[in-house]
């Protein structure tokens, strides 16, 4: 756009554009998830933010991403859905709220999140062991 066109309707409306990712489509919402008390965006999101890329019984969280302060079930809801790369969370911000348990909706700290032993300690609720393997994607650990 020039600054001699005028605004589409996606941008008078502050609406971000989303990345096209060639001709695959995905069931990802356009807006924020309004079942949840947070903004909440993925692929085929379930009642308790399992999506279409983690649909297993423990795989109940989502993450708000440090980039775009939104929450997604996962990294590859996150690359799908958003039109920008993804940011870790530095050490230094573990003490931001930044981790949705799906069954009771708590909002946990990354450092509250981290220590959980895979269990939300507000609900009792498993967490995927195997999500460890990607905290890497989200926060910036050894």
Known sequence: MTADEPPSDRQASGEKPRARRGSRRTACAP???????????GVGVGPE?????????????ALRFACCDVFYPCHACHRDCADHEAER??????????????????VLTIEEYLKAEHTCPACGTAFNPGCKR?????????
Request: charge should be negative; hydrophobic fraction near 25%.
């Open 49 to 61: 933010t399992r999506c279409a890329h983690y649909p297993g019984p423990t795989d109940v969280i």
């Open 31 to 41: 807006a924020t998830d309004e079942r949840f008390g947070v903004p909440l965006r």
């Open 134 to 142: 990607h905290h890497d994607r989200y926060f910036c650990v050894d």
């Open 89 to 106: 969370w530095p050490p230094d911000q573990f003490d931001t709220s930044a981790v949705l348990c799906g069954q009771c909706r708590t």
